[in-house]
């Protein structure tokens, strides 16, 4: 079992940085872990993954260029850093882990769920 446990959320200014970071407990893992996030009342959104054996990262189209992700396997832990951080960012981001994954940006792909820490821009 996997226990996602996630930090670094909080409250921003438009065109801010913030930097996520959620960290797996227990046994070493290797497989992916990413990131969604949600707003009320919508779908859980994809927004970035990381293979922890390949180091293949894929974005949603929606954050290229802003966000990075990046993982530090020796600590088993996944981070985020969202910079020009836009209103439309604000959402409740998801920590996401999988062992492997055919379809990395569906959410039913990933076993593993964090409890979720809010990420609020203002403008």
């Known amino acids: 079992q996997v226990q996602l446990i996630e930090s670094g959320g909080g409250l921003v200014q438009a065109g801010g940085s913030l930097r996520l970071s959620c960290a797996a407990s227990g046994r070493p893992f290797s497989g992916w872990m990413g990131w969604f996030r949600q707003t009320p009342g919508q779908d859980r959104e994809f927004v970035a993954t990381i293979s922890g054996s390949t180091g293949t990262i894929t974005y949603a189209d929606s954050v290229k260029g802003r966000f990075t992700i990046s993982r530090d396997n020796a600590k088993n832990t996944v981070y985020l850093q969202m910079n020009s951080l836009k209103p439309e960012d604000t959402a409740t981001y998801y920590c996401?882990?999988?062992?492997?994954?055919?379809?990395?940006?569906?959410?039913?792909?990933?076993?593993?769920w964090g409890q979720g820490t809010q990420v609020t821009v203002s403008s």
């Open positions: 996401a882990a999988a062992s492997r994954v055919w379809y990395k940006e569906r959410e039913s792909e990933y076993d593993y």
